[in-house]
Every structure is written in structure tokens, then in C-alpha cells.
């Protein structure tokens, strides 16, 4: 027999007022005493259930939370310009967030695994160089377009000063890397 938390008082004062201002004998006393541990029992078992189920219910609501908060949907702005498309994917590569890099890059086997290994590299150097890297600026030498969808910058950072090429296409609106030509040079 499960009550509900007013009907548990409404019982308990009956039972207990009840008894008081009767006067009955001890056994009845103890009857209605043990009834009303017993509806007390009832209630915090009820209750405690209530309480369990909440739980339960917010313990999924956080665990979802968390899984999708873990997945990777975090999203860039398109870039609107080869150069600035360019530019994102470069400062990513420097700066070791290579999420925001793959952001910027075209999506396929051979571009992912170039990135892959650039992260592998970059991962190994020390802390100060990763922080001068970090700190390092962007110095674009040229923008050359080849066409109006192809675009070759050729940059190198304030850093190491070593001259680089990465190869911008626009696809579906979106101004994205290719990386395999920084790596094979072919158009």
C-alpha cells in the first residue's frame, strides 16, 4: 500500500490525533502506532523512489550532455575568401589545433592522413617551439589565383621563415585546402 505524501499526513493525524483524544488502551495505541511507522515507511519509500527516478532521468540528461558535448561538432565559419580560408587552415597547423585545421581542409584519405602526420610532427617538438609557432605571425609572399576556383598561397610564418604552398579550392560555396599539394605539387 503506497500513499501519496498528503495522504500520509492526513493518515498519520487521524491515527495519531485520533488515539490522543480517544481514550484507548494501550494495544490500540501500539496498533496505530505501528500503522502510522508503517505509512511513514511507505512514504519515504515512496519518496525515495520518487527521488531515484529524478535522478535516473537527470543522470541521462547529463551523460547526454556530455557525449554530445565530446563529439565534434563544433563548427567553423566558412571562409568566404580564398585567403581567408587559407589563413584559418594555416593558423590552426601553428597554433596545434588541428580540429580547426581539418575545419578548413578538404575531407579526404590523403589530405587526413598529411594532416595526421603534420600533427605527428608537431606533437613531438618541444614546448618552446610549439610556443614560438604559437606566437609566430603569418606572412603571406603571394596570392596567385589559377583560376576562379583555385587559388596557390605561398606564405611561411614569422617563425622558421621556411617559404610553403597550400592550394585553396572553392567548394560549395566554401573556400577549402587541399593539403596533398603542399606535399605532391600537382594541380
Known amino acids: ?31 496505530k502506532n505501528h500503522i502510522s511507522k508503517h505509512l511513514l515507511r511507505n512514504f519515504f519509500t515512496c519518496t525515495f523512489d520518487l527521488y ?15 557525449y554530445l558535448s565530446s563529439c565534434n561538432f563544433q ?32 575531407d579526404d584519405n590523403e589530405n587526413q592522413k598529411d594532416l595526421l602526420k603534420i600533427k605527428r610532427d608537431y606533437d613531438l617538438k618541444k614546448d618552446d617551439d610549439k610556443h614560438a609557432y604559437a606566437a ?13 576556383t583555385m587559388h596557390i598561397i605561398n606564405y611561411k610564418n ?9 592550394k585553396v579550392v572553392q567548394r560549395n560555396g566554401k573556400w577549402l585546402v587541399d593539403f596533398k599539394y603542399t606535399f605532391n605539387g600537382n594541380l
Open 1 to 31: 500500500m503506497v500513499f501519496t505524501e498528503d495522504e500520509f499526513l492526513k493518515e498519520r493525524e487521524r491515527y495519531y490525533f485520533g488515539a490522543r483524544s480517544q481514550n484507548k488502551s494501550h494495544s490500540d495505541v501500539k496498533e
Open 52 to 66: 531515484m527516478k529524478i535522478f535516473k532521468y537527470y543522470f541521462y540528461y547529463v551523460a547526454i550532455i556530455f
Open 75 to 106: 563548427q567553423y565559419p566558412s571562409a568566404s575568401t580564398p585567403l581567408e580560408g587559407g589563413s584559418e587552415f594555416i593558423d590552426g597547423c601553428l597554433k596545434g589545433d588541428f580540429k580547426k585545421a581539418a575545419g578548413y581542409m578538404i
Open 136 to 148: 609566430s605571425s603569418i606572412i603571406i609572399n603571394e596570392d596567385a589565383a589559377v583560376n576562379d
Open 158 to 166: 614569422s617563425y622558421d621563415q621556411f617559404a610553403r604552398k597550400v
